[in-house]
């Protein structure tokens, strides 16, 4: 039964796709890319942003698939105003350094579940909404 419900996770998990928007995302950092494997253990297909203009694209050609992003306080603010509507992006979680000054969009907007200052949160809160 344990591995049928692995099963049903891991079908469930592939029609999620998960976005992490920063404008700091950067590949040869190894701090970065600590994260980037750290969200990929929860959801494998991880697309990385800097700009949250082609981020808004690529969200808006993805009908198909539940998305759940994780972004940065900054871009936060002036992304999600414009996904929010959009019936694919299931949820948004909040990465910053500051959770206090970002707490406000968590609270005025129901698809924001949290704000983080650590990664390993994050991916936990994740790990529990995109099952």
Not at 82 to 99: A, L, M, T, W
């Amino acid at each position: 039964m344990a591995i049928a419900n692995r099963r049903i996770n891991m079908q469930r998990m592939q029609n999620v796709l998960l976005i992490w928007l920063d404008i700091n995302i950067n590949v040869y950092d190894v701090d970065c890319n600590d994260k980037m494997k750290q969200l990929k253990r929860v959801v494998n297909n991880l697309n990385t942003f800097t700009d949250d203009k082609q981020c808004l694209e690529f969200i808006q050609t993805n009908t198909n698939n539940k998305i759940c992003m994780v972004v940065s306080g900054s871009l936060g603010i002036r992304i999600v105003p414009r996904v929010y509507d959009i019936s694919q992006v299931d949820s948004i979680f909040i990465f910053c350094h500051k959770q206090d000054l970002y707490k406000q969009l968590a609270d005025r907007w129901f698809k924001i579940k949290r704000v983080f200052t650590d990664i390993t949160s994050a991916c936990e809160a994740l790990k529990k909404t995109a099952r």
